[in-house]
């Protein structure tokens, strides 16, 4: 029933579900794209073709059909669900995609690439890289954070929580017990409700994170097992996420390793060789049982690790690592190499006190001492001025900002535009054979583009400046395109980084769904 304004009611607008007939244009775009792949996104150039928001299915002139998820409050505003079909999304297809999605992730724990332990956390679903553009379920411990970017996922959401309770499981029976949800609508308040199930107690969760693998021992067969646990407490109410960065797992042992080395290499310290000594001839065979080994290992080690560290005078700081943490947020980052038992010094600089407050808490949790480990609530930019001061330099700077900021000192910065400028003002404060490590965290952005802007842009061939000369139609119209700048003067790129692999994307798809981009520069 249609209501009519004068009744003060809402109207409802008739929606028309018959399949959309494409426009040569269209049909043009999704049945020959460049370079022979698909399309799993258009920009809004195209929202004139679709009649209406939410599913719309579609046939193209050439027979090619599918579904589609219209929404101009999402970005790219057109994300196709999936060819083949143009039966809209219904919990049939939704629970394939769990169970998928699932697998998915059991087999990377296989390979041990994920842990889907009891106490971890990780991403279930993942947007259009799980087939469900404009959801994401991500699971802390015992409870599921159901996330919708769009309106058209909200009658979902109460059977999605049935399922997720009452069928589903990953790994050896792991299971949940309760169900949260945040609605991430742009432009609107992230609001955040206990949905389903039992409530959390109290105001975090405690996830683990495990922190790294060791080498294989030539020795005695055993190693490559996660065995160093770092506990993080979770917020689900905080409004800008969950005061944790999932998609970094990976990227957190990348830069202790980067900045330290492994916590056992293959020749441990000699109180390294005694304490594994002794905990062997605990073991009846510890080739069997490798995995408790390392984990006892790894825990009797810490501690000895930690004793030492912070029993050491505090005039021979000298002989630590030193980290500078820019856009600290919580300081994971600082927290994970901390927890490690590495000889490192912090700094981590953020505007919010909030987070930094958080980060306390996260250093309290694993019995680590601020000692060492420095808390600036300031503003980036002109933090630089007591960098300056004090003329400071570090091992390793870690710089992971918003995509755009307000500073007092630079005005209005965004990750799009001056992203070069700010790489140029840490350089001064690194250390002769230190690292920075950039993250840029955008769909708006494509990596080579962003790369170029640096100076460090991939050589193309002349096939690729022509690719590049043709327009695509998923690209946005106003991205800028300027000569590559020089690159830094005494800098090497080493490796580029991105998000974690349950932060999964498809290939076609890689300009939006692989958001995450990083740099890893060497003076």
Sequence with gaps: VVSTQSTGKVIIEAMDKSVLRCSPALSKVLTSPANKRRYWSLSDSFLKEFPHKGFVPFECENGL???????????????????????????????????????????????????????????????????????????????????????????????????????????????????????????????????????????????????????????????????????????????????????????????????????????????????????????????????????????????????????????????????????????????????????????????????????????????????????AGSDVFAYFDKLEKYRDRYDLVLIDPPTLLKSSRFGLWTSKRHYRDLIEKVAPFVKRGGHIVAFVNTKNVREETWLNKLGFGPEESFEQKEQKSKPSPQETENEEEKDKPTPLEGWLKVANLTQDVDFRYKEEDERFSRYLKGIVLKK
């Excluded at 600290?328 to 919010?352: C, E, M, P, W, Y």
Aim: net charge positive; aromatic share 10%.
């Design 65 to 375: 059909n599918g579904v589609a998820l219209v929404d101009d409050s999402i970005s790219p505003p057109i994300r196709i669900v999936q060819y083949g079909s143009t039966e809209t999304p219904n919990m049939v297809y939704v629970k394939k995609k769990l169970s998928e999605a699932t697998k998915f992730r059991e087999d990377l724990a296989a390979t041990r690439q994920l842990d889907i332990e009891r106490g971890s956390a990780f991403r279930l679903i993942n947007d259009g890289g799980d087939d469900l553009p404009g959801l994401a379920i991500d699971i802390y411990n015992d409870y599921a954070l159901i996330q919708t970017y769009t309106a058209s996922w909200t009658n979902f959401v109460s059977s999605i929580s049935k399922v997720l309770l009452n069928e589903w499981e990953i790994g050896k029976g792991r299971k949940i017990k309760g169900i949260y949800w945040k609605k991430r609508l742009r432009d609107q308040p992230q609001i955040v409700k206990h949905y389903a199930g039992e409530k959390v107690e109290g105001p975090f969760i405690e996830i683990i994170e495990r922190c790294g693998g060791l080498p294989i021992d030539d020795n005695s067969g055993v190693g490559g097992v996660d065995g160093l646990e770092t506990k993080i407490l979770v917020d689900f109410n905080d409004r800008n996420g969950t005061k944790l960065f999932l998609d970094q797992r990976r990227n957190r042992r990348y830069l202790a390793d980067l900045l330290c080395g492994p916590l056992i290499t293959e020749k441990p310290d000699e109180e390294g060789f005694k304490l594994r000594d002794a905990i062997l001839k605990t073991q009846k065979n510890p080739l069997e049982n490798s995995q408790q080994f390392h984990r006892k290992y790894m825990d009797e080690y810490r501690k000895l690790t930690k004793k030492n560290l912070f029993e050491k005078d505090e005039k021979k700081k000298g002989d630590y690592k030193r980290f500078l943490n820019l856009f600290a947020h919580t300081g994971v980052f600082s927290l994970s190499i901390a927890a490690r038992g590495h000889k490192v010094a912090t700094t981590n600089v953020d505007i919010s006190e909030d987070y930094l407050d958080h980060m306390k808490r996260n250093f309290a949790l694993n019995d680590l001492p601020m000692k060492f480990h420095k808390l």
